[in-house]
């Protein structure tokens, strides 16, 4: 869903002179499959082992008993992040520009709560008014779990 909703605008997103690329803790095999069944226009990452998302700060252990909800409906996260811990990452959104230094920060604890791309795309606004370029190497990243 929060791909889609990004696919959805990318176009604005590009207008403004920026890039957009996704982190996911899935598998590369999962990340392909999902990029190709939604002919993603940006590039989806692998976070292995979550090892990006633990350097900032964002990872949490599911609690057992959402542990057991998602063995409920088949989900299977340890399948498809390759470990045995029901770990996942807050869902977060960077712009970052072209020094690397990060412009604004969208994070929820809420691993339900994903930041809408209205307000990425509102922010790039923002600093493309302010005279920040908001062209970046590594653009609007989220993470999806």
């Known amino acids: 869903m929060e791909l889609e909703a990004l ?12 890039n957009l690329v996704a982190i996911s803790p899935q598998l590369e095999r999962y990340g392909r499959s999902v990029h190709r069944r939604l002919n993603l ?25 959402l542990k057991t909800v998602y063995l409920q409906f088949g989900n ?4 498809f992040h390759g470990e045995n811990a029901f770990r996942l990452p807050m869902p977060a959104r960077y712009v970052v520009d072209q020094q690397s230094v990060i412009r604004t920060a969208n994070v929820s604890p809420d691993y339900t709560r994903r930041p809408e791309p209205g307000e990425t795309i509102s922010a790039l606004e923002e600093l493309t008014k302010a ?12 993470f999806e779990g």
Do not use: H, S, W
């Open 7 to 18: 696919q959805t605008a990318l176009p604005d997103i590009q207008q403004l002179g920026a």
């Open 76 to 79: 299977k996260l340890d399948e």
């Open 41 to 65: 226009g940006f590039d989806v990452l692998t976070d292995l082992g979550l090892q990006v998302a633990d350097q900032f700060g964002l990872v949490f252990v599911l609690p057992d008993y």
């Open 131 to 142: 005279g920040v370029n908001a062209r970046r190497r590594g653009p609007n990243f989220g």
